[in-house]
């Protein structure tokens, strides 16, 4: 199976301020053959189902703020909230969808305002 | 308009059995890949299986040889039936569709609370 590590577990971050998540795969989940990575980012509230942020490591789906974004590649990727606003409180996981299941997510890592 | 709409859960002993049902709607499950995915109580969250549009299907270790994943194209419904349940299966259920036949999930449903305990 392929191991997620987020880091770090919990932050707290002033409004308007930069929040970064990383998250690392014990394997690259980058496919040479289409050069894409196979990494995905969800944002989950509570009581809520998890909300689809970004695909292929940095694309943003439609509807999602441009604050959000996403980069990395191979193992090591990286979630950022370029200006954090309460409505972004939440926790944050990454998911490696290469090859066979079973998918991993990362053990999440929540968003708090300081 | 896509949604997922679950029903099923509840309590049940430890040994037990449930079905998990999943309403599809705004797509076709057939064409789909569809998946459960949980997250136990104070967890992250963890994928439990897959049925894809042919029909393979896939299960992560901890549920497998005791829990079936299938669908009724008639009704495009998704279900989860789950047997010899263990404490360890308290979590709440979402059904969740892959996007375009890869394994990420672009559609969840609301989510279905299973308690196992005596």
């Known amino acids: 199976d392929i191991v997620m590590t987020q880091s770090p577990d919990s932050l707290a971050v002033s409004l308007g301020e930069r929040a970064t998540i990383n998250c690392k795969s014990r394997q690259s989940i980058l496919y040479t053959s289409n050069d894409k990575n196979y990494l995905a980012w969800y944002q989950k509230k509570p009581g809520q189902p998890p909300k689809l942020l970004i695909s292929?490591?940095?694309i943003r789906e439609s509807g999602v703020p441009d604050r959000f974004s996403g980069s990395g590649s191979g193992t090591d990727f990286t979630l950022t909230i370029s200006s954090l606003q309460a409505e972004d409180v939440a926790v944050y996981y990454c998911?490696?969808?290469?090859?066979?299941?079973?998918?991993?997510f990362g053990q999440g890592t929540k968003v708090d305002i300081k | 308009e896509v949604q997922l709409v679950e029903s099923g859960g509840g309590l049940v002993q430890p040994g037990g059995s449930l079905r998990l049902s999943c309403a599809a709607s705004g797509f076709t499950v057939s064409d789909n890949y569809l998946s459960w995915v949980r997250q136990a109580p104070g967890k992250g969250l963890e994928w439990v299986s897959v049925i894809y549009s042919g029909g393979h299907t896939y299960y992560a270790d901890s549920v497998r040889g005791r829990f079936t994943i299938s669908r009724d194209n008639s009704k495009n419904m998704l279900y989860l039936q789950m047997n010899s349940l263990r404490a360890e299966d308290t979590a709440v259920y979402y059904c969740?569709?892959?996007?375009?036949?890869?394994?990420?999930?672009?559609?969840w449903g609301q989510g279905n609370l299973v308690t196992v305990s005596s």
């Open positions: 998911q490696q969808y290469y090859s066979t299941p079973p998918w991993t």
């Open positions: 292929w490591a940095s």
């Open positions: 969740a569709r892959g996007r375009d036949h890869w394994n990420f999930f672009d559609y």
